[in-house]
């Protein structure tokens, strides 16, 4: 009986369901394990104490939760933390908001067409992320043609009535640098999840909806954004979870006012050369991310459990 349970199991969904199950718990869980193991331990010279340790036939369990209540008083890495959401927030939006038209546009075009739109989007991958960040630099510093654009048309005047820039033609190492590098490097996660599920749209329902008197405008509101709710869904986890963690960028484009959570790990990492405080740094930063997702898929599930 067991053995035909296992025949099942092999050679029906048993692998299909398993295998990202053992891949989450190789990459993520078990990482994500160590990582918390060095959050509570005390740093020694070149490691790290045990947290489980045998002494005089009596097994200890020692937990150091000081870096966490330290977390929780010390002002600064609130801040950071708000401030890391937000950016990451903002970056998701303008993402959602250039992104949804073009992938529109390319679920729209031709079927001779839409090969060439898809190479468009992803082309960029072909070059170093590295390398694509470090040329904002060069074009939004002094004499970059972008800033000169930006300046000429006055849009800095603009940019600074928003509190984006310190000051009028001020572009680089501002919270708008930082907002645009963020958006431009993520577009593609936003776009291709977006042109999957508008694709696969079937067109008699916008031509229903047509029939029964609803103008193009209410129709897009009412027919194509909520059949598109997954794809939105995907396309912002896709951007906004890298972007709470991102290092690279606020540290090439981002300024003293646009801390976020990277830059005080690679600080507690390596200036400080603090690990335990770092890895708690890091274990809230995933459960700030983890714990508002899970809800939402839980949410997601019972509202479509409950439309059945």
Known sequence: MTLQRLKTWFGGRGPVIGL??????????????????????????????????????????SLKFSNYLFILEDALYLRTY???????????????????PFAYFMA?????????????????????????VYAWKGLLSEGGWVAELIVGSGLDQLLYALGLIPAP?????TPFSLVLGMTYTYLPFMILPLYGNLAKLDLRL???AADLGASPWT???????????????????????????????????GGPETLMIGRVLWDEFFANNDWPMASSVAVVMVLLIIVPLMLFNRAQAASQEAAR
Do not use: N
């Not at 839409?114 to 960029?124: C, I, N, S, W």
């Not at 954004?225 to 906004?240: D, H, N, T, W, Y």
């Open 108 to 132: 729209r075009a031709r079927p001779s067409l839409q090969p060439a739109l898809l190479m468009g989007v992803m082309l960029p991958f072909w070059t170093s992320f590295l390398l694509r």
């Open 169 to 173: 033609g001020k572009l680089m190492h």
């Open 20 to 61: 990202p199950y053992l891949f989450l718990l190789a990459f993520f869980l078990l990482p994500f394990l160590v990582v918390f193991r060095i959050s509570v331990s005390e740093m020694e010279l070149v490691g790290f104490e045990d947290v489980l340790r045998f002494e005089d036939g009596v097994l200890q369990l």
């Open 206 to 208: 916008l031509e229903a």
């Open 82 to 100: 708000l401030s890391s959401l937000h950016y990451a927030a903002l970056a998701t939006l303008l993402c959602l908001l250039i992104g949804y």
């Open 219 to 253: 129709a897009f509101w009412k027919v194509t954004v909520p059949l598109s709710r997954a794809g939105i869904v995907a396309g912002s986890m896709l951007v906004f979870i890298p972007c709470v963690g991102e290092y690279v960028i606020p540290e090439l484009l």
